[in-house]
């Protein structure tokens, strides 16, 4: 049996830290058993996905040094590797689920669907569906299906009984059939959910082995039933330990800056990106912290892996990172840097905003200094525009954070408008966002323009700068910021 293994990334955003840790691990099984290591991307979610998202993930991917042998962007036997140019192929098969009657026609509305749940919880049962519309008449289906009724297709789980998961890294895992939902498998605009997409994908693509978080174990019963229904022989699964903030929850960009080009572009070097992610999961023969790729995947042995939660310690990613840079020859950390940020293409972005600025040579790296710092130095008071205060400075930034999230193309344009509409959204002048910001991200009262300059940082870079100033202004608690994003929403679209 020749080894495949995939990781399959959604567009939907900056590209994770996550799928670099499981893109890693499946790497290095695959390549230490002579197999293929494949990408796929998940892209059937319509209104949250974007091409320019899936560029960033796979230029992110390759930028880490970890290759694949068939993706989206070289091809390969069994594409295409984008869902959603599958779509037909999904269909066939939730089509074959019902014809074998392990699926079935839901025509309830949202309003029922809320309600339904409402009773479950009231009753202290599960809130999942309650498979009412499976007990439809084949005649009542008909009808309701030629008078064009919205509807969905939906997974027939077993009422009883249990499903005993092996996996080789956890042992045998039971979940009861009576907790698990009716999982839909195709939505009303005829594209499928994950669940469907995945298995179809890993079954038609010849996966073997799937590696991936454990916060997809609890979606492996309905996986499983549904290889059991199309009669497939299922992949081996192994659930990795999800990366943990310091406080062992999952990591999140609140509390840990998670976008692989963040890494990038603070001066992170690959080889101590991937060296550091390994041994968030990883124990290497002899118990060594600094290793390369190559000698990773030479003595892979998944039993090796690790279960307990692995805690993204930044100041351990700065110690390996100075490690793999020690190992460099002059010549060879001349070159990192000037691929960094010390060549013509990156300073001809600055020369611009310090041109009519500078007296002397000697005041270019006074005045943009903050453009190579990993961090900046920002006092609270600085950010609080006269007449305003910490909490409502704290709040509005946040709101910006937000805003930035949603500029995928981050040019001066882009950035201009995402401060008019927060400003709209608190009332305050675009002169007081402005010196909250500008501190925030550049640590200076005085900067080259704003727009410009945050266009040069990058939307990562200067959104995690932000998030620092935020916890440094006022910490926000989880009630406080579900309430303030209530508002940000419910007035931005306002």
Excluded at 17 to 43: H, M, P, W
Aim: glycine content about 6%.
């Amino acid at each position: 049996m020749t080894v495949r293994v995939r990781i399959a990334p959604s567009p939907t955003g900056s590209p994770h830290v996550g799928t670099a840790y499981i893109a890693l691990f499946n790497y290095c099984f695959a390549k230490s058993q002579g197999g293929s290591f494949i990408v796929r991307i998940e892209d059937t979610d319509q209104e949250r996905s974007d091409p320019k998202y899936e560029q960033m993930i796979m230029d992110a991917l390759r930028w880490t040094g970890l290759s694949w042998d068939e993706g989206p962007d070289i091809g390969g036997p069994h594409g295409p590797y984008r869902q959603s140019e599958r779509t037909s192929i999904y269909r066939q098969h939730a089509e074959t689920l019902l014809a074998k009657g392990h699926a079935y026609h839901c025509f309830c509305t949202p309003d029922t669907l809320q309600a339904i749940r409402a009773v479950r919880f009231s009753q202290g049962l599960s809130t999942g569906y309650d498979g009412r519309c499976a007990r439809l008449t084949a005649e009542e289906v008909l009808r309701r299906l030629r008078e064009g009724e919205d509807h969905i297709i939906r997974m027939l789980v077993p009422e009883q009984g249990a499903c005993v998961i092996h996996d080789p890294l956890r042992g045998e895992v039971t979940f009861d059939y009576s907790v698990i939902d009716h999982q839909v498998l195709l939505k009303s605009d005829g594209f499928p959910t994950y669940h469907l997409a995945n298995v179809v994908d890993d079954h038609l693509m010849g996966i073997t082995h799937v590696i991936r978080g454990e916060e997809w174990l609890p979606s492996l019963p309905k996986h499983l039933l549904l290889y059991q229904y199309f009669e497939w022989d299922a992949p081996v699964v192994y659930h990795l330990p999800l990366l943990r903030n310091e406080d062992k929850s999952k990591l999140s960009k609140r509390k840990n800056p998670t976008s692989i080009l963040y890494y990038r572009d603070l001066g992170i070097i690959p080889e101590a990106l991937l060296n550091f992610l390994g041994l968030m999961a990883y124990s290497m023969p002899g118990e060594r912290e600094v290793f390369q790729l190559e000698e990773m995947v030479a003595g892979f042995d998944i039993k090796r892996m690790s279960l307990s939660g692995p805690v993204f310690d930044l100041q351990k990613l700065s110690w390996v990172n100075q490690q793999h840079l020690a190992q460099l020859t002059a010549d060879e950390l001349m070159k990192r840097l000037i691929d960094w940020k010390l060549n013509p293409e990156y300073m001809a972005q600055l020369m611009p905003m310090v041109a009519k600025r500078m007296h002397r040579l000697g005041d270019f790296m006074e005045l943009c200094d903050f453009v190579f710092y990993s961090d900046v130095k920002v006092e609270a008071e600085d950010m609080v525009p006269k007449n305003r205060d910490q909490d409502g400075t704290r709040d509005m930034l946040q709101m910006f954070v937000w805003e930035l999230e949603k500029v995928i193309d981050f040019h001066e344009e882009a950035i201009e408008q995402a401060f008019k509409t927060v400003a709209q959204i608190e009332n305050w002048s675009l002169r007081e966002i402005t010196q909250a910001v500008r501190i925030a991200v550049t640590g200076k009262v005085v900067a080259p323009p704003l727009f410009g300059v945050m266009a040069v940082i990058g939307s990562d870079v200067c959104r995690n700068r932000l998030m620092h100033a935020i916890q440094l202004l006022a910490p926000l608690g989880k009630k406080k910021l579900a309430k303030l994003q209530e508002h940000y929403e419910k007035n931005r679209i306002s």
